[in-house]
């Protein structure tokens, strides 16, 4: 159908249907209670209206429990079908898959910048797989932003200093429209670009022909060690094998959850969170790195999340730190940091 004519976007992810479905049903009870409201007053309008002789004062009206009830009732039922409809779709699309491809997106005035697994780069494009659940780890370099596809009934806020996620599954081969829905300066309206929904096959041939940066954790892996933090991780303060995804114990007391948003705010405010039994001595890289760069050290640390850490199992590289692993490969050790790279004093999120 040509997108002049429609009422709504096409439906084009595993759970545009159910998101569709919800609002319709929210129409049409609103539509439903509106007219019978508004038929119920024109009627009893009508039928109590004031008549010529008629100058007798109105019966006292004593109320009808029945009714009482049945106007409480109606209306309490119909919420919690609303309530638990809406928080049933709601978990379905704030939940992302384990096994959803991970690709960073930054939002910039007035452009998004995606990078995909393997390292490859684009602007205002982004290709993916057909039947492939797709998680996007997104950050703001400036302003808020809004990312929104319409077709798949996805939109999240992409803010400044934290990384916000957004996950679907496209059930449809085509090129969709992709907006920013938050305005975010005088070029906001031309922000857009499209997602492109490719077959399998057609997506790897599409990735091969590509020519990739670095891929995110092997960048990520470079500038843990151009920052010196191999000067201290793993020694003097802990170490990133096997953290992502763990519990972390914290001096207040307190015990968090080693994940995106712990790391980010690590290495960004090494204060903010520090780890039981060590100093805080981790100098703050506010200011100094990129989102993108942010991007990639995370994604090195997570690419370390099932590596043992124990030192007698593993190679290690400078502070007992294994440096990269690759799927089916045992961790390898990277080059130590050439002597003109700037050391940090301890450098590494401190937790």
Not at 253 to 281: C, F, N, W
Request: charge should be neutral; include cysteine.
């Amino acid at each position: 159908m040509d997108e002049r004519f429609r009422l709504h976007p096409e439906q084009a992810s595993s759970f545009a249907g159910d998101v569709d479905s919800l609002y319709f049903f929210l129409t049409a009870v609103s539509a439903f209670f509106t007219l019978l409201i508004f038929v119920a007053i024109v009627y009893f309008a009508i039928k109590y209206r004031r008549r010529p002789g008629d100058e007798e004062p109105p019966r006292p009206i004593l109320g009808s429990l029945r009714l009482e009830i049945l106007w409480s009732v109606i209306p309490f039922l119909f919420s919690m079908i609303f309530f638990f409809w809406g928080a049933r779709t709601y978990f379905k699309i704030a939940r992302p898959p384990a096994n959803a491809m991970e690709m960073y997106v930054v939002g910039k005035q007035w452009m998004w910048k995606i990078q995909h697994p393997n390292g490859t780069r684009e602007i205002n494009t982004l290709h993916v797989p057909l039947g492939q659940p797709v998680k996007l780890i997104m950050s703001s370099q400036d302003v808020i932003h809004s990312f929104y596809i319409p077709a798949f009934r996805v939109k999240q806020d992409v803010l400044p200093g934290r990384y916000t996620v957004l996950w679907f599954e496209a059930t449809k081969v085509g090129e969709f429209h992709l907006f920013c829905a938050e305005y975010c300066g005088t070029q906001h309206s031309g922000m857009i670009g499209k997602v492109v929904v490719m077959e399998p096959q057609a997506y790897e041939a599409w990735l091969s022909g590509t020519v990739p940066d670095e891929p995110p954790a092997v960048a990520g892996q470079r500038l843990f060690a151009s920052l010196g933090c191999l000067t201290c991780h793993g020694s003097q303060a802990p170490t990133m094998a096997g953290l992502f995804g763990s519990d972390v114990p914290l001096e207040n007391g307190r015990t968090v959850r080693a994940d995106e948003h712990y790391l980010r705010r690590s290495i960004m405010d090494s204060t903010a969170d520090i780890v039981q039994g060590y100093k805080p001595i981790m100098p703050s890289f506010r200011g100094q790195i990129s989102e993108e760069q942010l991007s990639s050290l995370i994604a090195y640390i997570k690419s370390l999340q099932n590596v043992s850490r124990n030192p007698s199992t593993m190679p290690s590289g400078p502070g007992g730190l294994p440096l990269e692993t690759e799927p089916g490969q045992r961790p390898r050790v990277a080059p130590e940091a050439p002597a003109t790279a700037r050391p940090a004093p301890t450098g590494g999120p401190q937790s």
